[in-house]
Structure formats: C-alpha cells, structure tokens
C-alpha cells in the first residue's frame, strides 16, 4: 500500500470535521449524521438476565423502589404539578422509568398531551443526532419497519420513508450511565453477563452433582458362577434401573447384586465458587448481600455499605430529575425552572437525622427558626408562634419601643397634674419631690 492510499479509503467512525465531535461508533455516518441503532441482541441479554436470575431481578427491583417510593414538587406550580401527577399515575411510571433505566440502560416516555405519559419498549427505539452530539430526533423501528418519528432523521428522504411524524418534544429519553460520547444508556447488568454465563454453567452441573449425590452410580450384578443370566435378564434388569430417584427402592432376588459406588472424595464442593460468582455478581449490581436479605445479621461494615448504597440510589435519582425537570416540566409547559422535583430520603434514617440536625442548628443559634423551616419539606416545618413569623416586623416593633423614655409604674403627673410637689421625668433622672419654690431650678440646686 502506497504512502498516499490511506486518504483514499472510507473513514471509520466520525469524520474529522468540525468541532466537538462526542460519537465513538465504528460505522460508517451518513454526511453530518449519527444515525446508529441499539444492539438488540444485547437488550435481549439484559433482559434474559432480569427474567431468569433472581438476583438480578431482586437488585434492580429493590434499587428502583428505593429511589421513587416517595417524591414531591416545589415551586410556584407545585399544587398543579402534584394534581397532573395523580391523573397520570406518575409513582407507577417512576417506578417503570427506574426499572428500565437499570435494566437496559434507556428508557422513552412520549406525552401525546398534558393527561397522558406512555412509556415505549426501549428495544424498539433509535437516536437521530448530529455528530457534534445535538440530538435531532427519536424514531420508533418494530421488525425493520419504520413506524414512528418524533424531531427529523437529518435527511428528508428518510424522514418519509416514517408513517407516523411528531415534535420531538413530545418524546422525552432516559439514560442511565450515559459516558462521555455515549448516544445511548448503560444497562447495570452488562458487566455482570459473563458472570451470569458461568454461573448459569456451574448451575447446570449442580443439578447433576446433587442427583448423583441423592442417587449415586449402582453396579447391579445379576446372577452368578452357577446360574449364568441371560440377555432377556440383563436387559431387564438394566431397563428397570434406568431411572433411579432417592426414594426408590428395590427387591431383588439371591441372583441380583447391588453394590453402590462410593463418591466421596471425587465430588467437587461448588459452595465455595458458587460464592465467589455470587459476590462478584452482587458488587457489579452495587448492591450488598444485606440489603438482598442473603447474609443476616449487622455488622460495623454494615452501616458503611447502607450508606453507599443510598449514594447509589441517589445518582439515580439525578438522573430522571433532570429529564423529567428539563424535558416534561419546563418543555410541556407543566411549570417554570423554579418548579422542582423532590425525591423522599432512601431510609427513614437518614431523614430524622438530617432533620435532628438541622433543629440542633437552631438550638445552638447557628440558624434562626425561619431558616430551618426553610430547609425542612412542607410536612415537617414546625408551626412558628407570631412574633417569629414576621421577623422583620418584630424588629421594627422592638426597635419603636426601644426609643421610648423608660417609665416604671404610673405616670403621677398625669394622675396628678395639680401636684405642685412633683416634677416631670427627664431621660437619665429620677423623680424628686421639691417645694413649690423649687420646682423651676435645676435638680443640682435643688439638691444643694
């Protein structure tokens, strides 16, 4: 090959143009087009995976439930948004989004209007973007057939080729894992599959070790020196012991022999591999044995492992509050950057501690009480007494009354202003009692 023959083969991957290039596809682009598809036969996997392991199924089941169990909204629409929620039945789709956001890595919520939010079978889906990673449509493919696009392909004769057409801001995407140049989401199950293979194996092989070990290999001797067996008898004989289960049992007569074959110290013991998969399956799904139930008991690395698992439930939790805030809060005019989605905390726990606290900031006058209720969610604020609910006002009230003379008892002048015996009260003096000849000198004379 020539010097110069490399710049006359097909690129692989994005072409060298422009700036900021995200995709990392080793196919073939179309022009300025990232048009690349979802590996179906992986996306099966993941759900192969999910079906059939009950250890994948519990860990993603028990993560999702965790993260959307309980949500709230704040912010000048929240009373509409919590409203909007109940008619579609938003904690069921939250709990459906998460699911799918673990399982396979995506997950599409199309809102045809503001009553209705249907998730779609991520297998079924494609992402249209430019190669500088501006994402320009969504389109739904079911058995090569193009059914469904939301936004443009980036190519009008392809965009025809699609029956059905929509705004593509009507269709929202979940991602999970999403890396840098990553058009599509990361299932958790996907580093965990070869683990899933070998386990699948060592399971298959243990059914035949336990069988052996319930029933094991029997040499049955049928006859002797001196009563020679026929055919008709082996065959027999062979036929009957075919199928040999623990409970079953035989009589034979003095010509049949059984002898069983002894198995100890050729058997593999599994437990020990079976445990080493189990973990290593368990640590790629980020979640610990004892949250799964498999290992009892507390220990002090169990508060530690609680805790990060609540790390990870809460990086899920990041993720579908920025789509769901940026695409269906804002974009669908459901509320304003100011509504916000809250999630509840993973565990009690970890809330009464937040909120002990926060009540001891107020009580070591680190913070006021306002400030607490502030931070505090609307059903656990505390019910302020009046003079702290306006706390500007009540320092304008204190500060009136600061500049009052000060005054102690009645006023006798006022009771009495016929009184020649008594005087009025100048700032910083007392009340004396003078004599009619007094009263108009200065206290100092008077004295004297």
């Given amino acids: 090959m020539g010097v110069f023959d490399i710049f006359k083969r097909a690129k692989i991957g994005i072409k060298e143009a422009g700036i900021g290039l995200v995709g990392r596809s080793s196919t073939v682009y179309s022009g300025k087009t990232d048009d690349e598809g979802q590996d179906i036969t992986l996306q099966q996997r993941y759900n192969n995976s999910y079906n059939n392991f009950p250890i994948v199924a519990a860990s993603i089941d028990i993560t999702a439930e965790q993260a959307v169990q309980d949500f709230y909204f704040e912010g000048p629409h929240s009373e509409e948004l919590t409203r909007w929620s109940e008619k579609v039945n938003l904690p069921q789709k939250f709990a459906s989004i998460a699911r799918h956001m673990l399982r396979n890595g995506n997950i599409w919520a199309e809102l045809p209007n503001k009553r209705e ?8 889906m494609r992402i249209w973007r430019k190669v500088t990673g501006e994402i320009i449509g969504h389109s739904q493919e079911i058995e090569e057939q193009s059914k469904v696009l939301w936004g443009t392909t980036g190519d009008k004769t392809k965009d025809s080729t699609f029956k059905t057409k929509s ?9 999970f894992n999403r890396l840098a140049g990553d058009k599509y989401g990361n299932s ?4 965990i599959l070869p683990l899933l293979e070998v386990k699948d194996q060592i399971e298959a092989d243990l059914k035949v070790i336990v069988r052996r070990y319930a029933a094991p290999i029997i040499h049955v001797k049928v006859g002797d020196e001196q009563h020679l067996p026929s055919d008709t008898d082996i065959n027999s004989t062979q036929s009957k012991m075919k199928d040999i289960y623990a ?9 049949t022999n059984m002898d069983v074959l002894g198995f100890e110290g ?8 079976l445990k080493h998969v189990d973990s290593n399956i368990i640590a790629g799904l980020q979640t610990f044995p004892e949250i799964l139930g498999m290992e009892g008991g507390a220990t002090g690395s169990s508060e530690v492992k609680l805790r990060s698992f609540g790390r990870h ?21 459901l509320g304003s950057v100011k509504d916000k ?4 905390h993973a565990e009690e726990r970890e809330q009464e501690i937040e909120f002990d606290q926060i009540r001891g900031l107020v009580t070591d006058g680190i913070i006021t009480p306002q400030k607490a209720n502030d931070l505090l969610p609307k059903e656990f604020r505390e019910v302020l007494p009046p003079e702290l609910e306006n706390p500007t006002k009540q320092a304008f009230i204190s500060q009136q009354q600061n500049q009052k003379p000060f005054q102690k008892g009645a006023d006798k002048i006022k009771d009495k202003p016929t009184n020649p015996t008594l005087t009025q009260k100048e700032p910083g003096q007392r009340r004396v009692k003078t004599d009619r000849a007094s009263t108009s000198k200065p206290m100092a004379e008077a004295a004297a």
Avoid: M, S
């Fill in 341 to 344: 989605l809250f999630w509840g």
């Fill in 117 to 124: 939010v249907k998730l779609i079978d991520p297998r079924t």
């Fill in 188 to 191: 958790i199950i996907h580093p």
């Fill in 313 to 333: 439930v809460k990086a899920l939790q990041r993720c579908i509050k920025t789509e769901f805030e940026d695409n269906i809060i804002i974009k669908h005019g």
């Fill in 247 to 255: 409970d079953t049992e035989y009589v034979t007569n003095h010509l």
């Fill in 266 to 273: 050729k058997a593999l013991n599994l437990d020990y591999l």
């Fill in 167 to 175: 705004d593509i801001k009507k269709i929202v995407h979940f991602p």
